[in-house]
């Protein structure tokens, strides 16, 4: 790809400018995927008959915490 | 005695100073890229880049950190973290990502860089980006597979003349 450049030299303080400058094509990698959504995964689970309900993966009340 | 038995071997008068290499405010029309010539960062040993790019398009762009000139992608290498608001992601690739600028919004990331004689640039910079209602926290490690010593940098949009007019690229030195 073409593109516009500004370039400076620290030293001499000199800029320049290339206005076509030659670029690779850059074909950027993936993100990283999407999050896990805890709550599909309860879904699985409980569908699969691994658990009995959702509730059975929360944590006791006094925990604080939720596992979902 | 963590202090006092010979341990900190420092000379407490000493100080370090945050030297100004090169302050870019973009004007004139968008650019692609931005190099930095004339660093010698084996010297230095520390540099710390500020950059605050806006997004010239509707197309989201990667930024590049590139060191040397060095254009080949798979000669870096990079890690990050990433917080959306709905989870925190984590991932690995063969390319000198920096950062990320979302379509016709603007990326703040701020890095620092350090090289030591006879090993690999190493780089590690925190970002906030995307819109005000979307945003996102990313913090990037970022390794040249090169043991040279950078002489310079290029920021380097993936998409041609993405970062806009108003964008600001500050280098500093830590002497």
């Known amino acids: 790809m073409k593109g516009r450049e500004i370039s400076i030299n620290v030293n001499t303080g000199k800029q320049e400018v290339v206005e076509e400058k030659e670029f690779p094509d850059y074909v950027p990698g993936p993100e990283p995927p999407a999050p896990i959504d805890i709550e599909k995964v309860a879904d699985l689970l409980v569908g699969a008959g691994m658990v009995g309900s959702k509730d059975d993966l929360r944590h006791k009340k006094d925990d604080k915490r939720d596992a979902i | ?175």
């Not at chain 2, 931005?34 to 710390?48: E, Q």
Request: contains cysteine; negative net charge; hydrophobic residues 40%.
């Open chain 2, 1 to 175: 005695m963590p202090f006092g038995g010979g341990y900190f071997r420092g000379t407490p008068s000493s100080t370090l100073t945050w030297r100004k290499l090169a302050d870019v405010t973009i004007s004139g029309g968008a650019v692609t890229s931005v190099s930095i010539t004339g660093l010698d960062l084996g010297a230095a040993k520390t540099y710390f880049l500020m950059c605050h790019l806006k997004n010239a398009g509707a197309v989201q762009a990667t930024i590049y950190l590139e060191q040397n000139a060095d254009t080949t992608l798979t000669n870096y290498y990079f890690e990050q973290f990433k917080a959306d608001g709905g989870g925190i992601t984590a991932g690995r690739a063969n390319d000198p990502t920096i950062a990320v600028l979302a379509a016709s919004t603007e990326v703040n990331f701020n890095a620092f860089m350090s090289q030591i004689a006879g090993v690999e640039p190493r780089t590690l910079s925190l970002s906030a980006r995307a819109a005000p209602a979307a945003i996102i926290a990313q913090e990037m490690c970022h390794i040249h597979d090169d043991t040279t010593n950078v002489t310079s940098i290029q920021i380097i949009s993936s998409v041609a003349n993405a970062i806009d007019d108003g964008s600001t690229i500050r280098l500093y030195a830590l002497d």
